[in-house]
């Protein structure tokens, strides 16, 4: 299949493992420069390595940073300033009754799983839009994680 993604830059959150590493490894597998995202540089770089020893098309690089805060976006965009497509995957939840789940617990979840995503694709979106092209797609699954 050809997304024609050849030369496209693509920044996958959430992605040493999992959904993220798979959706990391197809955009690769289909020509775009893909930057890798995890917690740890260590599970980064070993994302890449991976990534690049199965998809020869196009490029992959990694890019370290918690999304628990402001900071990591703000980090994120000082190393990738400008992107083709944001997969904003990142993403966790707690296997807890929900009547147990306290609201600092909500506000935490909330700051990662939404606020991370809404920080990433408020900064890219105004260059997708003067370029007249780019994606942004927001993934939410505990699959990844837990099968039901």
Do not use: C
Not at 18 to 35: M, P, Y
Not at 48 to 53: H, L, M, Q, T
Not at 98 to 124: C, K
Not at 133 to 145: A, D, H, K, Q
């Amino acid at each position: 299949m050809d997304l024609r993604l050849t030369g496209k830059i693509a920044l996958v959150t959430g992605s040493t493992a999992g959904i993220g590493f798979a959706i990391a490894k197809s955009l690769t597998s289909e020509g775009a420069h893909v930057h890798v995202n995890g917690r740890t540089q260590e599970r980064v770089d070993a994302a890449v390595k991976a990534i690049r020893s199965h998809a020869a098309a196009g490029k992959v690089d990694g890019i370290a940073a918690d999304f628990s805060g402001s900071a990591g976006a703000e980090a994120v965009i000082a190393k990738l300033p400008a992107v083709d497509v944001l997969v904003n995957n990142v993403g966790i939840f707690e296997p807890k009754p929900f009547a147990e789940i306290p609201d600092a617990d909500w506000y935490r979840l909330f700051e990662l799983n939404v606020m991370s995503g809404v920080r990433l694709s408020r900064h890219y979106l105004a260059g997708m839009l003067e370029r007249n092209w780019g994606r942004i797609l927001f993934i939410s699954s505990e699959s990844g994680v837990q099968i039901p």
